[in-house]
């Protein structure tokens, strides 16, 4: 595999995007769900419908932010079996054969305390992961975490949300790489109440200090939505759908039926 400094690909995403005036589009699912043998393909079928960076899901018994859905699927991994190890293997496979779309790593802090930072961000380097995201992992609390993942070229990706102050803002845009994500609302990852006009509101507040790219996600659950919210930032993430889809799916037909839901949204994030 071509030696790549993993945080690139990141940048090199969204300045192409940018050349391109295209927006992002980031979906999400749980690694090890609804099998572990789906994972890597769903991975390059996320890339051909359109995919621009991936976030994948490590999955945790006790989640915070996820919804009913995420954590469902985050049960049915686990009884697969799969943990941290299991899924650092399934991006070095899915590294094998694409080298240049980012897979951000989601999830909480405990399966990398056990780990241990070091060794997983030496691991994250070495498998091709791009950045990672721990949701119950505050920039004010994790700088010792975080030295690890920029020594071996991993972005720390942060959470920002409604209720974010302006201080916390301005943490985040100092630390943060790769790009910021935005909760769109006040809830968990599913939730049906989203606010357009304060997302509006607030992207410009945000852009006061952050240079990087900014991501919106949580409520994101159809093309219309995906459209509306593209138009306000710079990528576009979406989960908890793509994660009921593939609940509902059958072994049979899940690649195909997540596929048709990925080349709805990118056509509607690139009307954009």
């Known amino acids: 595999m071509p030696k790549i400094m993993t945080s690139s690909r990141i940048s090199i995403t969204f300045d192409k995007l940018k050349q391109q005036k295209r927006k992002a589009l980031i979906p999400f699912f749980t690694a090890g769900d609804p099998h572990p043998k789906f994972t890597v393909p769903l991975l390059h079928a996320l890339v051909e419908a359109g995919s621009d960076v991936i976030e994948l899901g490590v ?62 961000a030496k691991r994250c380097a070495e498998v091709g992961v791009d950045g990672v995201l721990t949701v119950d992992f505050p920039p004010e609390e994790s700088h010792q975490a975080f030295a690890h993942l920029e020594k071996n070229g991993i972005a720390p990706i942060f959470l920002l949300a409604p209720t ?10 100092k630390q943060a790489r790769g790009y910021v994500y935005y909760v769109s609302l006040k809830g968990v990852t599913g939730a049906g109440n989203l606010d357009l006009s304060a997302i509006a509101e607030k992207i410009p507040q945000l852009r006061q200090h952050i240079k990087l790219p900014i991501g919106v996600g949580f409520g994101i659950r159809d093309a219309a939505t995906a459209l509306a919210v593209a138009k306000l930032c710079d990528g576009v993430v979406v989960g908890s759908r793509i994660v009921q889809e593939i609940e509902n799916s059958t072994e049979q037909n899940v690649i195909a039926n997540v596929s048709k839901l990925v080349k709805e949204l990118r056509q509607a994030v690139d009307q954009a």
């Open 59 to 120: 999955p945790f018994s006790d989640p915070m932010a996820d919804g009913p859905t995420i954590q469902r699927a985050s049960e049915r991994a686990l009884k697969h079996g799969v943990a941290l190890h299991q899924v650092l293997d399934m991006v070095a496979e899915f590294r094998r054969s694409n080298t240049t779309t980012p897979i951000v790593l989601m999830g909480y802090g405990n399966p990398i305390e056990a780990m241990g930072w070091e060794i997983f």
């Open 164 to 173: 974010s102050t302006d201080a916390r803002v301005a943490r985040v845009a």
